[in-house]
């Protein structure tokens, strides 16, 4: 079998889905406009908390390095909201958040996508998620086709901040077998963040150089999350640094008035590891398991 050509018989899921979950694929582009390109889907994990401006635009610089750069075809764009069990400080529940990502999806794109897969059950390896993803574009609705109805093995890549390649080329933070799963399988499209250093955090990953692709923002952007949410308990507008729709749901629930504690996406996958850690040792006396999870801000 060719390596992108797929089988069209779906197997049993290898995942554990929330209730009632269905995997969202309405935006999804089932057909290839150009066949000579190879189809990819990108997938950005993250706490949304709340989904900013930022973090959509992501997709759409993205989708020009991709144009400009690479060979490949974007069919698909995925949100992808952590669980609360994440447990990074001040975590919004995963409620509001898939619900301010769907807003912000399906009002201000015509082709992002939320999937709550991730969100509404236990903790989920990156690694994990992006098989989830691969499991049900190419498995169970069997890849995407060609104009002449030839079968496609879609690629999923992950899509961050740059401060997520800082955190993989940390050592101990990451698996090595989950960053030779995620950079080694999937890829990663990573979009500079400002007072970051890409080169010297890819330097140390280099075996993967090949499959990370470094996008740089040509209109510099530092809205975050955290900064978002110090202005909702400063009783500060944050109109302009999200969708309009993220807004008027943040106000209309009374969000993020009392927001606790923050921490940077860093700090909050390292303390959702070493909780994990602590579980594991406990219950096992086995060794030391490391983070694997990492989201932007």
Known sequence: MGADSLS???????????????????RLHRTLRNPDKQPVVLVACGSFSPVTYLHLRMFEMAVDYIRQN????????????????YRKPGLLSAYHRVRMCNLAAEQTS???????????????????????FDYEINTRLGGILTPSGERRHARIMLLAGSDLIATMSEPGVWSEPDLDHILGRYGVLIIERAGSDMDQATDNLSRWRHNIHLVHQLIQNDVSSTK????????????????????????????YVDDGPTASAASGAII???????????SSGSGKERAEKFTPP
């Open 110 to 132: 015509s082709w992002l996508m939320v999937d709550p897969w991730e969100a509404f059950q236990s903790y989920q390896r990156t690694a994990v998620v992006l098989d989830h």
């Open 272 to 282: 959702a590891e070493k909780e994990k850690e602590r579980e594991k040792e406990a």
């Open 8 to 26: 069209t018989t779906p197997s049993a899921s290898p995942f554990t889905d929330p209730p009632n979950y269905g995997f969202p694929h309405h």
């Open 228 to 255: 978002v949410r110090l202005f909702l308990r400063r009783g500060l507008s944050v109109r302009y640094l999200l969708p309009a729709p993220v807004v008027d749901y943040i106000e209309q629930h009374g969000l």
């Open 70 to 85: 690479t060979d490949f075809e974007i069919v698909g764009g995925y949100l992808s909201p952590v669980s609360d069990q």
